[in-house]
């Protein structure tokens, strides 16, 4: 356990990140936005717990940090999914570009 | 390099080429199903770090509840067979230009800072009664008031929920409201 440092994990978790922006920036399916927002939210939580076991072994406040994001996570995927299909209902597509009514 | 190290690079692989597929996969459920397996690969890696509780809660949470739900709603939205339209070319470059820069940058700064004193003067002891205790103490270290707080916030998201998602009874009120929309 000891091999890896802290800094092996940081370096896959900012991965993981980036790759939810790249495909936040890349997807125009409001499905496929949900879910690189959930790998950023992970890789966040990656962080939280790889600081709380590495630097502050005697707490367990980095651990109840994931546990509150976990839950708020799933409470904004489930109302993010009927909000989607609320527009699927009305428009036919979940395409960002087709929902431009509160453009103007 | 132990057999600690060996799964730990073989975990963040599969987290990491999971991942890259979930974002880039033209097929929206092959997506769905890519970010299904990055998801179980941090599941091992909270494993691997010896936080079972959280690995459960993730598996559960995650991998049993939000990617069924993304899952329905791929099935109740649209055909999941077909080919989502690709971003254009400059678009894919200048995110994926982005995306490296970005992680270049904080590579770098992870690298370069000295400040990680790896604290071992006592054990880290992540078992579940540990949790549960500090999770419902009212005293200096307790979390009782972020779990009422989020309590709250799930029973708003559910009545949120049900509220959006229904389909509107009345006939009239829902020609009213497109037509409000359109205005």
Known sequence: MQEIPLSQILFVSTALFFIGMYGLFTRRNLITMLMSIELMLNSVNINFVAFNKYLFPDHLDGLFFTLFIITIAAAEAAVAIAIIINLYRSHNSIDVENATEMKN | ?183
């Open chain 2, 1 to 183: 390099m132990n057999i600690s190290s060996i799964l730990f690079y073989a975990i963040s692989t599969i987290i990491l080429v999971a991942g890259i597929l979930a974002v880039t996969s033209v097929k929206i459920f092959r997506a769905a199903i890519w970010l299904l397996f990055s998801l179980v690969g941090i599941a091992a890696l909270y494993f691997w770090m010896q936080v079972e509780f959280i690995a459960a809660i993730q598996i559960v949470v995650y991998v049993g509840g939000i990617v069924v739900l993304i899952i329905f709603s791929i099935f109740l939205t649209q055909n999941s067979g077909k080919e989502m339209n690709s971003p254009a070319l400059s678009k894919k470059i200048f995110s994926a230009l982005a995306a490296l820069l970005g992680t270049a940058f904080v590579h770098n700064l992870i690298v370069h800072y000295e400040g990680f004193a790896f604290n071992s003067a006592k054990p880290f002891n992540p078992n579940v009664a540990e949790i549960g205790t500090q999770m419902l103490s009212t005293t200096s270290h307790g979390f009782i008031l972020p779990f009422e707080v989020v309590s709250m916030l799930l029973l708003a998201a559910m009545v949120g929920c049900i509220v959006i998602a229904m389909r509107p009874t009345n006939k009239l009120e829902s020609e009213s409201t497109i037509f409000i929309n359109k205005d």
